[in-house]
């Protein structure tokens, strides 16, 4: 963990690679463009949170961080519906706005473009609906991807792209029979209400 004194900002560095990477927020975009549902919690307005994103990057820049690795799909429902569903145009024009900041630093970005299975739970659908090219969670995530790689494929601060988060989280090891999660860990509770997610079992990876 490396920090900035002056600002009291912080970014994690991995341990073991000769090119340090940071991961500030996981949600940055979202940070930044105010739709983390997390933003009043933490940081109290949208205004806080992307100064706050700011900081993070330039406290980077003097870490010699080579390149940031964050989140870059709409979000959760309730995320998506205040900005990518209802303005798209506007939210793409804040994402180029981020990879400006990034690329001024200068750092490269290590965008996940997509968090696979992708947003099944909005259309109460599996988690398996991403194998289906007849599924709304097929098309969605193959839309996002291709709107989002079309739009940087050539952005010379693109290091690299990923498409699932913590992919092993999911692995078939000894789970047969066995909840991903236990019961009423997150359907039922306030976590899982806050992202606008409908809790059917229908909706069960």
């Known amino acids: 963990m490396v920090s900035s004194p002056a600002r009291g900002r ?3 560095s991995t341990a073991r690679s000769t090119a340090p990477s940071a991961s500030t927020s996981p949600l940055l975009h979202q940070a930044y463009l105010g739709t983390w549902f997390h933003i009043g919690q933490i940081y ?9 994103v700011i900081a993070a990057i330039e406290d980077c820049e003097r870490s ?4 940031i690795r964050f989140f870059a799909d709409p979000g959760y429902p309730l995320d998506r519906s205040l900005l990518y569903d209802k303005d798209p145009a506007a939210y793409w024009k804040g994402m180029d706005e981020l990879f400006r900041a990034v690329q001024a630093a200068p750092r490269q970005a290590h965008p996940l473009a997509a968090d696979l ?16 090219p007849n ?7 193959h839309r996002y991807v291709r709107e989002f790689v079309t739009r940087y494929k050539d952005d010379p601060t693109v290091l690299m792209w990923e ?22 860990s997150t359907r039922r509770g306030r976590w899982y209400g806050r992202t606008g997610i409908t809790p059917t079992a229908s909706a069960s990876p």
């Open 64 to 67: 010699n961080l080579k390149f």
């Open 44 to 52: 109290g307005t949208p205004e806080k949170a992307k100064q706050a």
């Open 117 to 132: 299975p992708g947003p099944y739970g909005i259309f109460g659908e599996t988690g398996q609906a991403i194998l289906d």
């Open 135 to 141: 599924s709304k969670t097929y098309e969605a995530v």
């Open 10 to 12: 912080s970014c994690s």
């Open 163 to 184: 498409l699932l988060n913590e992919g092993m989280l999911a692995a078939d090891v000894e789970m047969e029979g066995r909840p991903l999660l236990s019961k009423g």
